[in-house]
């Protein structure tokens, strides 16, 4: 495949990802395809952070097989946070 091609592959994938269409990003994923996302939102402390992500991504025969997210980890690990004084 050519270099355009695998970028419009990418481009298609994070219009997918955007329109949360399950259907399309299974159309473009591989049977194999290794996804790994930490996540946006702590549920412990139902605190959102701010972060700059950056995605790594691998396209093999017009598929992706792997999706990898980047995230600012110092800022997961702050929203992670309890609150240290006991509650009244």
């Known amino acids: 495949m050519s270099i355009e091609k ?8 994070l219009v997918a990802l955007g329109r949360r269409d399950k259907q399309g990003l299974l159309a473009l994923s591989g049977e194999d395809i ?3 996302i930490p996540g946006e939102k702590i549920k412990a402390t139902n605190r959102t952070f701010e972060d700059h992500w950056v995605f790594d991504i691998a396209v093999r025969n017009g598929k992706l097989t792997n999706v990898r997210e980047y995230v600012d980890t110092q800022a997961l690990a702050r929203a992670s946070e309890m609150d240290a004084s006991p509650r009244p």
């Open 6 to 13: 695998n970028v419009q592959i990418v481009k298609n994938f």
């Open 34 to 36: 290794e996804w790994i």
